[in-house]
């Protein structure tokens, strides 16, 4: 449950070999990381949503929030219970509004094992919730040391899809998540400009404005998502002309469709436009 960062990933890597559902109230996945930029350049809003319809070849994409979990399977607010296998908590954590408009979805992983002082999950270091081989978190939920980011998020995803791959596989589950004390950051003004630290031989290390632009400022991760899911369709197409209706004028959501900045902020709040 949670198609964010992380769930978006375990869902993709386990497409070909596991009956992937999906469940997250949204109609795309939002990339956080370029969200800031879409507010001041409206051409750029096509980098922040990324529908998933394109993302599970075999799988389904279930546009529910789930509103309670146990471990055998998710009910969402449908009422239409999804049975599992294997659960994978990934449902984030609250940000104040208009960052994320909806609180964290914390009862559900209550309802599995009890929350930390914090309101995170605890994980083995295979990120299964203690006490269930087969049901995982990662990403923001969980308690791990690692700082709330999207990219440590992705490294707790490809953990949990391996162990689950081995557990489909008849395998014993070995893949470990590892925290790192060493503190990776970029930070993006603009394009070409900004400030970062990443880890080296030598130790944490502050890097160049121009690596900062070519890791992370020039794209804010674009690339990364068009290939997650599959966008292979390019956006502004030739001779589109946006309409300047306020901030965020055009809002693609996927082949040939558009909505106009009002359906955006729908979308942010899961409903449908
Ligand atoms: C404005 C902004 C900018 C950011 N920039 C960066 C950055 O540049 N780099 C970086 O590393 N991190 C960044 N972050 C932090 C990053 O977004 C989070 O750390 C990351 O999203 C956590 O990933 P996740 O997979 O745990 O959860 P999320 O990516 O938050 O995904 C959670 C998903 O669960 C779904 N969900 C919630 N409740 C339910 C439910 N009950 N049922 C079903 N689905 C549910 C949500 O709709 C959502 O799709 C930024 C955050 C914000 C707000």
């Given at each position: 449950m949670g198609g964010g960062y992380g769930g978006s990933l375990v869902a993709k890597e386990l497409d070909a070999t596991a009956d992937v559902v999906l469940v997250d109230p949204r109609e795309a996945f939002v990339n956080a990381a370029g969200s800031l930029r879409a507010l001041t350049r409206?051409?750029?809003?096509?980098?922040v949503f990324f529908p998933f319809d394109t993302l599970l070849e075999r799988g389904r994409v279930v546009r529910d929030r789930v509103v309670s979990a146990d471990p055998a399977g998710v009910t969402p607010a449908s009422g239409a219970r999804l049975d599992a296998d294997y659960l994978v908590l990934a449902t984030g954590s609250g940000y104040a509004y208009?960052?994320?408009?909806h609180p964290a979805s914390e009862s559900i992983a209550a309802a599995l094992a009890p929350l930390t002082a914090r309101a995170t999950l605890a994980v083995t270091e295979r990120l299964n919730v203690a006490g269930y081989d087969h049901v995982y978190a990662l990403g923001d939920?969980?308690?791990?040391?690692?700082?709330?980011m999207a990219s440590y998020a992705q490294v707790h995803a490809q953990v949990v899809a391996a162990n689950i791959a081995a557990q489909l596989a008849g395998r014993t589950p070995e893949t470990v998540s590892t925290p790192s004390p060493d503190r990776r950051i970029l930070l993006p003004l603009g394009p070409h400009g900004g400030a970062g630290q990443l880890p080296a031989p030598s130790g944490v290390t502050a890097v160049p404005a121009a690596t900062v632009s070519e890791r992370k400022g020039l794209d804010l991760f674009t690339a990364r998502f068009a290939a997650r899911f599959d966008r292979s369709w390019r956006f502004p197409r030739p001779g589109f002309v946006p309409r300047?209706?306020?901030?965020?004028s055009f809002l693609p959501l996927g082949r040939g469709r558009c909505q106009g900045n009002r359906s955006l902020v729908a979308l942010m709040r899961g409903r449908h436009p």
């Open positions: 409206p051409d750029w809003a096509v980098n208009p960052a994320k408009p939920l969980t308690d791990l040391p690692d700082p709330k300047q209706r306020g901030p965020l």
